[in-house]
């Protein structure tokens, strides 16, 4: 230890370690807390129902085309590739089932996450962020207007119901999408393609569980995203690193969070 | 825009989500097929299972007729206990045969049965008795080499 103050290469650099470890944990402890705080100030959101409408409008509806053409080009990619492969072992017909299988438990909920963390929730980042730096939040609370209540939890509550929604249509256009090429355009016979999807495609095990996962990945991305936003610097560059910040994280969440859900929930018929 | 628009839109966005959650539902996920109809529980044995799994189907001449619910091990018998759920719309004679099965040459495993001719049906807890293992390739594949080899010997002999 007393070496410490003579190898003054390496004291300042575990210290700036430290430190930042220390910031990630205070950060993480400041988010959870924030998170408890707005699930408890949800009241006004849910009651002043119109208030969550309106951000549905801005997080939902916009993200709207992009999910439904992302989707479609998802489907048809998966028809084309899927089809390649498959009928490699004579298997084509089995296309559905590799269309739909993949879309509703991972690439629905995933990709549309991605796409509602990199449209929506950005957007919630940056709207809140420039509130705090134009001071609208402060204005707010000096009218005795909790802004978690009226700015911040309608916003959640909009990214959480949106996001099934979104994952739902994106599985859908998706599914309809692998249709149109596996079948109106190889050629895949029809009825194959629909029987065979719907014989192996489980209600519960399949479509439920993708639906859990959008629940999850939209709490995920919506808790970082107005978080992000009431923690920003406000400034200009505050904002921006803010809106960045928001992405990444999300986009890392998702994925870990697609891991870990994954794990338990499709893994369990073969272990048990 | 104001406060009507907005709604209006909402609104479509809504029932387009609930549309295609109802889409996957139904005719991806084909929710009319089983869940909801009452089983009843049957049991076999074998002495191999092959790689048959939880949810399998249970196929009857062809038409499912229900799911395989639990696979386990009896450690008296060194033997695996298969237990299905079988759909109570369909009845099945007490002397049943049940045969594990592969669905094409690199299918699925699923549970056949073939109806026997007692006039006893099978209820809830039976043990199906007549049952044939899953065929285990490497096994096939031995039998045949011990099979071609002993031919060739006879043949030598003859000589």
Do not use: C
């Not at chain 1, 911040?152 to 149109?180: D, K, N, T």
């Not at chain 2, 189907?57 to 395989?68: D, I, L, Q």
Request: a neutral charge.
């Amino acid at each position: 230890m007393a070496e410490g103050g003579r190898t003054g290469g390496v004291a300042p650099l575990l210290e700036r370690l430290g430190g930042a470890v220390t910031a990630r944990i205070w950060r993480l402890g400041f988010a959870s807390r924030f998170f408890g705080y707005m699930l408890l100030h949800s009241g006004t959101a849910l009651r002043r129902f119109q208030l969550t409408i309106r951000e549905i409008y801005f997080a939902g509806v916009q993200s709207l085309i992009i999910i439904l053409v992302s989707g479609l080009f998802v489907g048809m990619v998966l028809g084309l590739q899927g089809y390649d492969t498959l009928q490699r072992y004579g298997s084509s017909e089995a296309l559905g089932i590799l269309v739909a299988l993949s879309l509703v438990r991972e690439l629905g909920p995933v990709v549309a996450g991605l796409l509602f963390a990199s449209r929506a929730g950005s957007a919630i980042t940056a709207e809140i962020g420039l509130m705090k730096a134009t001071e609208q939040i402060a204005a707010m609370e000096m009218m005795a207007v909790d802004p978690i209540a009226r700015v911040v939890a309608p916003r959640f509550w909009a990214g959480v119901i949106s996001m099934p929604l979104l994952a739902a249509m994106f599985s859908a256009m998706g599914i309809f999408g692998g249709y149109l090429v596996g079948v109106k355009l190889i050629g895949v016979d029809e009825g194959a393609f629909w029987s065979q999807m719907q014989a192996s495609v489980d209600v519960r095990e399949d479509i439920l569980n993708g639906v859990i996962k959008s629940i999850v990945f939209g709490v995920a991305v919506t808790w970082i995203a107005v978080f992000e936003g009431y923690d920003a610097q406000p400034t200009a560059e505050g904002v921006s690193s803010a809106t960045t910040r928001t992405v990444v994280t999300s986009s890392l969440a998702i994925l870990a969070l697609d891991f870990v859900l994954t794990a338990l929930m499709f893994t369990g018929g073969n272990a048990r | 825009m104001n406060r009507a628009t907005i709604d209006v839109w909402v609104g479509v966005f809504v029932a387009a989500g609930f549309a295609g959650l109802l889409f996957l539902a139904l005719k991806v996920g084909n929710l009319a097929s089983f869940s909801t109809s009452q089983t009843y529980q049957v049991q076999a044995k074998f002495a191999n299972i092959g790689g048959l799994k939880i949810r399998a189907p249970v196929k009857s001449a062809g038409v499912v007729v229900g799911r395989v619910s639990e696979v386990r091990f009896d450690n008296e018998s060194y033997e695996a206990i298969v237990t299905f759920n079988l759909d109570t719309r369909f009845q099945f004679p007490r002397d049943t045969a049940a045969k594990i099965l592969t669905s094409g040459l690199l299918g699925e495993q699923y549970v056949g049965l073939e109806a026997g001719g007692d006039g006893v049906m099978l209820k809830q807890g039976d043990r199906l008795r007549l049952t044939q293992s899953a065929v285990v390739l490497e096994n096939l594949i031995s039998q045949f080499l011990f099979s071609k080899a002993a031919e060739d010997k006879d043949a030598k002999d003859k000589k």
